[in-house]
């Protein structure tokens, strides 16, 4: 059984929207990787979604490599790989399993921090593997003490932390917290005081810092106008709209892809009602009482619902919908694609 149904509809999406845009080579900058074994008993911190966990259990390496080459099947694709950041997660067992099928796979990782960890923990830890090429930090990990509403990046992004990152000018991975994402002044604020503060290390913003709807941005990105070196990396985030705004304001040379893998090989796409994200799937592809109530899901009935392709199809399409509003050519894609992650990361011509 394939891991992934690849429709007709799905294939002709490929060849006909997408191929023609994307370079041979591209690196997805966002993959995770990790096995169900690795999970203990127990829940998501209050405040999280649900709805990713549908997708898969587990996420080996082989899998990874299969989506990538069923759903790029002319494409060759380096994915930079990192665990499961869920607080179920037994991160020791997680990072050494990336570390090993990195290598295995001539792949570059990132490995996943805590905060509890002390800096000179977390620089051993590091350092140890030079497969690592920086941390993947994440909100889940925050004192529990504190509100899911309240967290901000220096709750899971510790300043010890950054001055070890900055020391040794790693890459730092940021999914930000706060329920107005971007256009959260205490989120935007400490980007910027990352930057200043820590000029040598290369952050991150993963999903473009969850800004999925035009109402996610607010004064961000005119506030941070004076940043010379963060990326933004449009994991996750189909809004061409957001996206235009980025490529606008900082230029592709530091706008890079990824996947969020495997969440976004789902069948899915993605719309906005009243600034809420809302993912449309087909009608009985996961568990009506497993999506029941959840703001961010509606299922679609058939016909209507055979339009329906893959989540990061999408993604791709709106870049690529931005990408010409902008009038960016062929050597901005490579860049978006390639380039800017193959410097960051530090991936050699293959």
């Avoid at 899911?148 to 992004?157: H, K, M, T």
Wanted: proline share 5%.
């Amino acid at each position: 059984m394939s891991l992934l149904d690849v429709k007709p509809y799905d294939k002709q999406y490929y060849e006909t929207v997408l191929k023609p845009f994307l370079p041979k080579t591209f690196i997805d900058c966002h993959a995770h990787i990790w096995l169900k074994e690795f999970h203990r008993d127990g829940g998501l911190r209050e405040g999280s979604q649900n709805w990713p966990r549908l997708v898969a259990k587990d996420n080996s390496i082989e899998d990874l490599n299969e989506t990538n080459r069923l759903l790029f099947p002319d494409n060759e694709v380096i994915s930079v790989v990192y665990g499961d950041p869920i607080i179920t997660i037994d991160r020791e067992r997680n990072n050494r399993y990336v570390a090993e099928k990195a290598h295995e796979n001539n792949f570059p990782a990132l490995y996943m921090s805590h905060p509890s960890q002390s800096a000179e923990e977390l620089e051993q830890a590091v350092l140890a593997d030079p497969v690592f090429k920086g941390i993947k930090v994440y909100l889940q990990f925050s004192p529990a003490y504190i509100p899911a509403d309240e967290i901000r990046i220096y709750d899971f992004l510790p300043k010890e932390h950054l001055a070890v990152a900055n020391k040794h000018k790693w890459v730092v991975q940021l999914h930000i917290a706060r329920p107005g994402r971007l256009a959260d002044p205490v989120n935007y604020c400490q980007l910027l005081e990352i930057e200043q503060e820590y000029p040598d290390l290369q952050l991150l913003v993963a999903h473009l810092g969850r800004a999925y709807a035009n109402e996610d941005v607010g004064n961000a990105l005119e506030y941070l106008k004076h940043t010379e070196k963060t990326v933004w990396d449009f994991t996750a985030n189909t809004n061409d709209w957001v996206m235009e705004q980025v490529l606008n304001r900082f230029g592709s040379n530091r706008f890079i892809y990824g996947t969020d893998f495997p969440i976004f090989r789902m069948h899915a796409r993605r719309v906005v009602e009243n600034g809420v994200y809302i993912n449309e799937v087909s009608k009985g592809q996961f568990p009506k009482e497993a999506i029941a109530g959840d703001p961010h899901m509606r299922e679609i009935e058939f016909p209507e619902a055979d339009k329906i392709t893959f989540f990061i199809y999408e993604e791709m399409n709106a870049c690529r919908l931005a990408c010409e509003r902008l009038g960016l050519g062929k050597q901005d894609v490579e860049k978006i694609f390639y380039a800017n992650s193959a410097r960051i990361f530090g991936v050699k011509e293959r």
